[in-house]
């Protein structure tokens, strides 16, 4: 069997409070990407019309669904490669025995939106990640509102659901002005070292 390659290193989310990527063999069917601005308005007496005068903007937010296929993901959980290497699901954090990707990802998902206890010093690690999808989006934030999972049927042969939805909001939590977001839009804050890590 021919040995497939994807390219992850553009389709990927990364762990920051646990130092791990999740490599998306999948795109979402669509992306919102929303970034609001927020301004004071003052009615002078005399006037028609209000004087605006600016407060914040922000924060970025995005909010995307990936819907799972386990019928779809046979030759990712068999013969997938990073890079020319193989993926070993069994290498994964969390892995237990009869995993499969789509059980490898939804775990990892829902670790995005816990924090890490570091009892020693009695301090939370607060759950930061990058999101990267091809080269549309790109955002470093938190989670915020939790990860929702849903599972749809048919039931296989396994006793799992055939099909499992995951979907998060992202919030950018680096601030940029006009002339970068002008620049480098939804890609802005781009970290090619980070990537860089994939390879290692």
Known sequence: METMSYNLITN?????????????????????????????????LARSAPIYSYSNSGP????????????????????AS????????????????????VDTLVKLLQSIAMPVYRT????????????????????????????????KTPILDNDKYAVVEVSFTVSEVDPYDAETTAQQGSLRGLNTSLERRLYK
């Open 12 to 44: 990927y989310i990364y762990l920051y409070h646990l130092d791990k990527f999740i490599l998306l063999p999948v795109y979402p069917e669509q992306i919102s990407d929303n970034m609001q601005a927020h301004f004071n308005a003052t009615t002078p």
């Open 60 to 79: 970025r937010s995005v909010q995307i669904a990936l819907t799972l296929h386990r019928n779809m993901m046979t030759d990712v959980n068999s013969s």
């Open 82 to 101: 990073i890079g020319g290497r193989a993926l070993d699901l069994t290498k994964f954090e969390g892995y237990t025995q009869g995993d499969d990707y």
């Open 120 to 151: 020693s010093d009695k301090l939370v690690n607060p759950p930061m990640i990058a999101l990267r999808l091809g080269n549309e989006i790109f955002i470093k934030g938190i989670v915020d509102g939790g990860v929702a999972v849903t599972y």
